[in-house]
Nanobody
Framework: QVQLQESGPGLLKPSQTLSLTCTVS??????????WNWLRQPPGKGLEWMGV???????WYSPSLKNRLSISRDTSKNQVTLQLGSVTPEDTAVYYC??????????????????WGPGTHVTVSS
C-alpha cells in the first residue's frame, strides 16, 4: 500500500525558493507503474496541477509554472522533491504529491489519483 507524506518549511518570504519533499513508502519511485504528481490548493480555490515525474525520471510541468518550477527525485531516499522559485503570496496553498498509474497533463480530478498524502501548508508572507 502506497503512503505519501509531504513536508516543507511552512512559511516563506516573497522571492524565496520553496522546497518540498514527498516521502514515499510502499512503492519504489523508480517503478514504471507510477507517476508522482504535485498539486496545490490555494485558500478558497480549486486544485491546481503543477507537474509530475515518472518512474523513469522524466518530468512535465504546468506551462504557467515551468519557468520557476523543478521536480526531481532522490532514489536513495525514495523521495520526490519540488522547488518553486521566486514565490509570492499567490503561492500560498496546501501542497500535495498524489500518485497516479497513468499520466494526464493538468489533471485536477481527484478520482484520477490513487493515493494522496495529508498535504503540507505553505504560507508566503512578508
Amino acid at each position: 500500500q502506497v503512503q505519501l507524506q509531504e513536508s516543507g518549511p511552512g512559511l516563506l518570504k516573497p522571492s524565496q525558493t520553496l522546497s518540498l519533499t514527498c516521502t514515499v513508502s510502499g512503492a519504489s519511485i523508480r517503478s514504471e507503474y507510477y507517476f508522482w504528481n504535485w498539486l496545490r490548493q490555494p485558500p478558497g480555490k480549486g486544485l491546481e496541477w503543477m507537474g509530475v515525474i515518472s518512474g523513469s525520471g522524466s518530468a512535465w510541468y504546468s506551462p504557467s509554472l515551468k519557468n520557476r518550477l523543478s521536480i526531481s527525485r532522490d532514489t536513495s531516499k525514495n523521495q520526490v522533491t519540488l522547488q518553486l522559485g521566486s514565490v509570492t503570496p499567490e503561492d500560498t496553498a496546501v501542497y500535495y504529491c498524489p500518485e497516479a498509474k497513468t499520466f494526464i497533463m493538468s489533471a485536477t480530478d481527484k478520482d484520477h489519483y490513487d493515493t494522496w498524502g495529508p498535504g503540507t501548508h505553505v504560507t508566503v508572507s512578508s
